[in-house]
């Protein structure tokens, strides 16, 4: 555990223990068991239902026999990150500092690693609680480049990713993202400006603008988080990561002729070189 009597500083402590700065300050109120059922469930119905918004979920869950209010599902809604998709009036104005960028995609070709790379922030759910997951996605090829943990929905662990992402493949030429707080705030993109990297936005609850890394945490949920139920983050930190190796280097997928990511991004990459 971080000790502030260690010697080690606690940034570094914090580094080795792979968590973010700012979730060493951070003190969280316990979530009731009762709510933590809830919100496990609300996140499989979300997969399943992402058209539903609050009433729906409360009216899904009542099926099932849990007895819950449509504003406690709003603000376990809210605590999780998600959203109903369908396009809601937009009746607040945005932060001067959080500029809203233009969708790029549209009409696009996009063939080839590095062109367009996408990022998502997701809901794990854990044992005894749950963390916040953000993964940076090459569009073409479907490797993931980058993933975070972190236990409150900072922008810190994203700009991490961005920035582990780029030292380690270079710069992508554009860069989607959806509107969350943690994309249009000034410390992410400006790190994208900063490396001359267009930034495109999807529409405001317009989660298809950025499908396939909505894939993918389906197939992180179903295929890994349901069915380990992580006692910590430290384990769901290692059990996670093994998740994306695995999906990045032995996972086939369809959509690329039946090639892993790891196989379609670095062969294309090659033939670039080689070219």
């Known amino acids: 555990?971080?000790?502030?009597?260690?010697?080690?500083?606690?940034?570094?402590?914090?580094?080795?223990?792979?968590?973010?700065?700012?979730?060493?300050?951070?003190?969280?109120?316990?979530?009731?068991?009762?709510?933590?059922?809830?919100?496990?469930?609300?996140?499989?119905?979300?997969?399943?239902?992402?058209?539903?918004?609050?009433?729906?979920?409360?009216d899904l869950l009542k099926l099932e026999g849990f007895k819950v209010g449509r504003d406690h599902v709003r603000s376990l809604m809210e605590k999780m990150g998600?959203?109903?998709?369908?396009?809601?009036?937009?009746?607040?104005?945005?932060?001067?500092?959080?500029?809203?960028?233009?969708?790029?995609?549209?009409?696009?070709?996009?063939?080839?690693?590095?062109?367009?790379?996408?990022?998502?922030?997701?809901?794990i759910p854990m044992a005894r609680g749950f963390v916040y997951l953000v993964a940076i996605m090459d569009w073409a090829t479907r490797y993931v480049l980058s993933h975070r943990l972190s236990i409150s929905m900072t922008t810190d662990f994203c700009v991490e990713a961005l920035e582990e992402?780029?030292?380690?493949?270079?710069?992508?030429?554009?860069?989607?993202?959806?509107?969350?707080?943690?994309?249009?705030?000034?410390?992410?993109?400006?790190?994208?400006k900063s490396n001359d990297i267009a930034i495109s936005m999807d529409g405001k609850g317009r989660w298809v603008?950025?499908?396939?890394?909505?894939?993918?945490?389906?197939?992180?949920?179903?295929?890994?988080?349901?069915?380990?139920?992580?006692?910590?983050?430290?384990?769901a930190r290692t059990g996670i990561t093994e998740y994306l190796e695995f999906y990045n280097a032995r996972r086939p997928h369809s959509a690329l002729g039946g090639r892993t990511p790891d196989t379609a991004y670095f062969t294309q990459q090659t033939m670039k070189e080689a070219a």
């Not at 369908?86 to 932060?95: D, I, L, M, V």
Request: with cysteine; hydrophobic share 35%.
């Open 1 to 58: 555990m971080i000790s502030a009597d260690h010697p080690l500083p606690i940034s570094r402590q914090a580094e080795l223990m792979g968590i973010s700065r700012s979730n060493v300050y951070y003190l969280s109120r316990p979530t009731p068991e009762a709510d933590l059922v809830l919100m496990r469930r609300m996140d499989e119905l979300h997969l399943n239902h992402p058209f539903a918004g609050a009433r729906m979920l409360r």
């Open 82 to 123: 998600i959203e109903a998709i369908y396009r809601k009036r937009n009746t607040s104005k945005p932060h001067p500092e959080h500029r809203v960028y233009p969708y790029l995609l549209k009409g696009l070709k996009i063939d080839r690693p590095n062109q367009v790379w996408c990022v998502d922030l997701t809901y």
């Open 165 to 192: 992402a780029i030292t380690k493949y270079g710069r992508p030429e554009i860069f989607n993202s959806d509107q969350g707080s943690q994309f249009t705030s000034a410390e992410f993109t400006d790190v994208l």
């Open 209 to 235: 603008d950025n499908v396939f890394i909505e894939r993918l945490w389906r197939s992180v949920k179903y295929e890994h988080v349901y069915l380990h139920a992580h006692e910590t983050v430290a384990a």
